[in-house]
C-alpha cells in the first residue's frame, strides 16, 4: 500500500545541504538522515531510493558531485524496515523520551501476530498510545483492533488515523469509552479524508459508544458511514444523543445510512432520543439490510408514547428485514404491548424480541405477548420479559 511512493523532499523534513558540509557525503548518508527524519515524524523508517529529476541517484555518489546547494531532490519508498512489533514499540519510546510501559510491551510480545490486538480497560492516555499507535504502523495482520477504555481523547484522532491508513485488513475498529467529543469525530474524519490511502476500506465494524460525541456529531457520523463501504455494524451507545443529532443535517444522515448497503446491526441505546428521534432514526434505516435493531432506553419520559407508533409503522414494511428488537428499559406499558402484538403478526421475520425492565407491563402484557407468539406459524427464538411489573423474571429461549 505504501510501498514505492514517492515523497516531496520537503515532507522528509528539507533533503538539502550546503556544500560546506557535504564534500565527503555520499547520497547513501542523504538517504539515511531522511530515513531517520521520518522516522522521528512518523515512527517508520523507510529504505529509500533518491531521484533528481526522475534519474536515479547512485549510493555511492558523493553529494557535491550530483547536487546544487539546496536542491530539491525527492525519495521513493522502496520497502520498510519492521523489526517485531515489540521492538519497535520501543524504539518509539526512545524517539518520543518516553518511558516504556511494560504492560503495552508485554501485549506487544504476545499479539505480535495475532489478528485482534486488544488493549482496553486500562485508561491510557495520549501520551502513552501515541507509541503504541506508532509501532502499530503496517501491521498489516491485524483485522480487529480493540483500544476501549482507554483516553484517547480528541488530541490523539491524527495518531489514529495516521496508524489505520497502515491497516487495509482492518475490519473491526473498537474505540469506545475513550473521551472522544464530536471535535476528535471530526478530526477522525477530515485526517482520514485527506489521506493518501484512505482508511475503513474493509473496515465492517465500528465502536464509539461511551464518548460524549453529543449532537454535534451528525455531519461527521455521516461521513464516517460513506467512506466504510462494508460496514454492517455500528454501534453508539450512550454518547450523549438526542433528536437533535438526528434533526441537524437529516438529510445527509439519511443519505449515508440508506447508502450503507451492508450494515445490518445498529446500537443507539442509552440516547435520550425520544419518540421523535426514534421516528427519525427508523425513517433513515435501510429496513431491507438491518436485522439487528438496539434502542433500549431511548425513552426517558413516561408520557411519551408515540413510540409504538413509530415502530408499528417501521415493522409493518414489506421489506422490513429485522429479526432482533432490543426495547428494553422504554417505560412500555400493557398498551405500547398491545400494539406490539400487532407488529409481531405483520413482520414474520422478527425472532427475537427484548422487552424487559419496562415496569409498565403487567401479567396482561405478558398474555397478550405470548398469545401473539403463539399465533404466528414461526414462533419465536427468544423473548425477554424480565423486571416488568408482574414481579418475576422471564427470558424463553426457541419461545413457543
Known sequence: MLDHTVVPAESLTCLSSSHSDTEVRTVSWLAEQATQRHYQMCGLRPKLMLKK?????????????????????LAEVVSWDLPPLSERYKRACDSLSLAVNGLVLRVCETQENSPCFQLSSLSLTKEHLTPL????????TVRQLCLSANRLGDDAMEELVACLVTMPNLSVL????????HQGLRTLCETSRVSQDAPFQ???????????????????????????????????????????FLQNYRLLLTEAMKGAGHLKTVCLSHNALGSVGTELILQSLPQHTVSHLDIA???????DTLVMEHLARYLSQGDCNLTHLNLSGNHLTDDSVRDLCRCLLLCPSLVSLDVSANSGITT?????????????????????????????????SNAM
Not at 174 to 181: A, G, L, R
Not at 297 to 303: F, L
Not at 382 to 392: E, Q, T
Open 53 to 73: 529529476e526522475g534519474a536515479l541517484l547512485s549510493p555511492q555518489d558523493p553529494i557535491i558531485h550530483v547536487l546544487q546547494s539546496n536542491e530539491e531532490v
Open 133 to 140: 499507535l506508532r509501532a502499530l504502523k503496517l501491521q498489516t
Open 174 to 181: 473498537d474505540i469506545s469509552s475513550n473521551q472522544i467529543t
Open 202 to 244: 474493509s473496515l465492517e465494524e465500528l465502536n464509539l459508544s461511551l464518548n460524549p460525541l453529543g449532537d454535534g456529531c451528525s455531519q461527521s457520523i455521516a461521513s464516517l458511514i460513506k467512506s466504510c463501504p462494508l460496514l454492517s455494524t455500528l454501534k453508539f451507545q450512550a454518547c450523549g444523543l438526542t433528536a437533535k
Open 297 to 303: 432506553a431511548v425513552i426517558s419520559n413516561h408520557g
Open 364 to 396: 396482561v402484557g405478558v398474555e397478550m405477548l405470548f398469545g401473539a407468539v403463539r399465533e404466528r406459524s414461526c414462533g419465536m427464538q427468544y423473548l425477554n420479559v424480565s423486571g416488568g411489573y408482574w414481579g418475576h423474571s422471564l427470558v424463553c
